[in-house]
């Protein structure tokens, strides 16, 4: 993607508040703040021109996309692959936090931003600042999150929602913002179905959609937990259908105005979250962070004009929004259509999904493909490094039965990562746990997305993630299971007397079997055993 110079349009407001923030953070804030002014150079709009309003019709608020600056950088590359996708694939987390922050900066007429979990964390309040900033500059800003995992953020949603140009919307609201668990006391059926769809659209030009969240842990900037994840980053023909489900999504029963559920923000509200947003910024946590981002290849690419995107085929899936209410028809929804995909393999079918609970049907359907010729192997989290034993026990009860049906499985480990001094993810050490959500088959088709092969994205969640038929991608993801995972996971199989066994390989070579759940305690184990007698996979 190339994108023109913009080097003689005149600096916003906000460009020069974000410059002097930096320079109050030091010299290292300042180095990234240099290079996002200049990518911003290349990207943000010289002028507001006629942005829609808040309430504009989707209609009024698509047109104008190809005449902004990001429409014009990609008018050619566009034109020369009429009806293809370019993609890019954010395997790294500073990566998708960078293109997240500098796409919200290009941001000229609409931002339309969905998420299941957002942290008011280092990397959630900059990137709430930036939706922010994207307002300022007459931007029409929508933000619609699921309700699930907003504790803390009333406050911080409040105030980008007081914005003229900023609306903030919640999916299947808890109406008890205090105790919320008491609404599943007298609302269970409603408040059980959440959104979990991920998706960063820009002027109806560009498009992230993926399995990563809003915080910490998905962007590297934690030094507990590092999900290993992965988004695609997308311009050309899907990026209106993702758009236009987007509205499907906004306009639907289950999302309701902020200003309905949380009361609306006091006076002075905007400027408590910029002060917020200021301390966040020159604290020595987002320090260290940015001195990891000036190292991010992303950021590179935009200062020097220029991405690699692999121009392709794409297609989105995504559920009925009416799932969010449990009215939506079976036929409209990702499981069908991902089992026609997964139909398809014919020599090799991979599978990475952190929350894997296949079911009676998801065996028999894998143990097909398999039955086919294809060789089926699926990676997913080891009890060491799941964060929902419950998910886990689901699984281990299916273990067995993909095993004889001649499936592959790995478990990832919870390995530490030694602190560096210039980490290529966030900061200090921290464990790792697997997170994305993707397959590939026979080196030729991808799905990216949010959905998790289990029961709860099946039948309760709502998701969505593109197909791709990339064979870069496809061979990328092919790799991993041929080197990485080996060596990053343990390999699991049945034992002489149909015990599971566990092979870990160490870097230099050893290999060790274990005969229990390796990296777990023995209150761990008791515990997964316990939830495993426990009659609830429809809810897991």
């Known amino acids: 993607m190339s994108v023109p110079d913009a080097s003689t349009a005149p600096a916003a407001p906000a460009r020069g508040r974000l410059r002097a923030r930096a320079a109050a953070a030091g010299q290292r804030f300042s180095a990234l703040a240099r290079r996002l002014v200049t990518a911003g150079r290349r990207l943000r709009p010289a002028e507001h021109g006629d942005a829609p309003g808040r309430d504009a019709p989707a209609e009024a608020a698509t047109a104008g996309g190809a005449e902004t600056r990001l429409g014009r950088a990609l008018l050619a590359a566009s034109a020369f692959h009429a009806g293809q996708t370019g993609v890019l694939p954010l395997a790294e987390g500073l990566d998708a936090f960078a293109a997240r922050v500098l796409l919200a900066d290009a941001a000229e007429r609409t931002l339309d931003v969905q998420y299941y979990i957002w942290r008011a ?35 911080c949603l409040a105030a980008l929602d007081a914005h003229p140009r900023a609306e903030v919307r919640l999916f299947n609201p808890f109406r008890q913002r205090r105790w919320r668990m008491l609404g599943y006391l007298v609302d269970f059926a409603r408040l059980n179905r959440r959104m979990h769809n991920k998706s960063f659209t820009v002027d109806d030009q560009v498009t992230i ?44 029963a289950s999302a309701h105005p902020l200003s309905a559920v949380v009361p609306v923000a006091a006076p002075g509200a905007l400027e408590a979250l910029e002060a917020r947003t200021a301390a966040v910024e020159t604290g020595p946590a987002a320090q260290d962070y940015v001195e990891a981002l000036l190292d991010s290849p992303l950021v590179a690419d935009l200062v020097a004009g220029q991405l690699a995107l692999d121009w392709t085929s794409a297609q989105l899936l995504s559920d009925d929004p009416a799932k969010g209410l449990g009215r939506a028809a079976a036929a409209t929804l990702l499981p069908r259509r991902i089992a026609e995909a997964l139909r398809g393999a014919e020599r090799e079918l991979n599978l990475v999904s952190p929350y894997f609970v296949p079911g009676r049907g998801g065996v028999a359907a894998l143990a097909s493909v398999r039955a086919g010729g294809a060789r089926v192997t699926v990676l997913t989290n080891a009890l060491e490094a799941t ?10 009860r299916y273990r067995r039965a993909l095993l004889r049906a001649g499936v592959r499985l790995f478990e990832m480990t919870r390995r530490v990562a030694p602190a560096n001094p210039r980490p290529r993810r966030g900061v200090g050490s921290s464990a790792s746990s697997l997170h994305a959500k993707t397959f590939s088959i026979d080196d030729r088709r991808v799905f990216v997305g949010s959905f998790n092969f289990d029961p709860r994205s099946a039948r309760l969640n709502t998701e969505m993630g593109l197909v791709i038929d990339s064979a870069p991608l496809a061979r990328r993801i092919a790799a991993l299971f041929e080197e990485p995972v080996p060596r990053e996971a343990y390999e699991v199989r049945l034992g002489r007397f149909g015990g599971l066994r566990w092979i870990e390989r160490g870097a230099d070579g050893t290999v060790r079997e274990h005969r229990h759940e390796p990296g777990s305690t023995l209150r761990r184990r008791c515990v997964l055993w316990l939830v495993s007698r426990l009659p609830v996979e429809h809810l897991l």
């Open 121 to 155: 964390d280092t990397s959630g309040l900059l990137l709430l600042q930036a939706l922010h900033r994207a307002a300022d500059r007459g931007v029409r800003v929508r933000l619609l999150l699921d309700d699930n995992n907003t504790t803390g953020l009333d406050d």
């Open 387 to 396: 964060d929902v034993v419950a998910v886990h026990a689901g699984y281990a």
């Open 209 to 252: 959609v993926g399995g990563r969240n809003v915080g910490d842990e998905y962007f590297d900037a934690s030094d507990e937990t590092r999900f290993v994840d992965l988004d695609v980053l997308a311009v050309g023909a899907v990026v209106p259908d993702v758009t236009a489900d987007f509205e499907r999504y906004w306009a639907c």
